[in-house]
């Protein structure tokens, strides 16, 4: 089983950054496309931005020009950087991961990390 703890959560100000990191621990492991979602009070989860194995990124419109992600795969860590942040931003964000066999069709899930951006 793989476990994702996440970390860089917080307040901040609005236009202020912050950094999430994910690592992913397990005795053995590969892991295909990792990423973020967020899910704020009364709304549905959303997907942030996702990055595959190879490095090719998505980011939902909202994000776009503000958000980074990135991963280091040597360490099993993906990051989210989080500039020029909008209250808007303020959300549990979670780190998820999905495994490289087929045969594996549930994704693994952080436990979040709250982001707060004040106004």
């Known amino acids: 089983q793989v476990r994702l703890v996440e970390s860089g959560g917080g307040l901040v100000q609005a236009g202020g950054s912050l950094r999430l990191s994910c690592t992913a621990f397990a005795s053995a492991m590969c892991l295909s496309t990792m990423g973020w979602y967020r899910q704020a009070p009364g709304k549905e989860r959303e997907l942030v931005a996702r990055i595959g194995s190879s490095g090719s990124t998505y980011y939902t419109d909202s994000v776009k020009g503000r958000f980074t992600i990135s991963r280091d795969n040597a360490l099993n860590t993906v990051y989210l950087q989080m500039n020029s942040l909008k209250p808007e931003d303020t959300a549990v964000y979670l780190c998820?991961?999905?495994?490289?066999?087929?045969?594996?069709?549930?994704?693994?899930w952080g436990q979040g990390t709250q982001v707060t951006v004040s106004s």
């Open positions: 998820n991961a999905d495994d490289c066999s087929p045969y594996v069709r549930e994704a693994y």
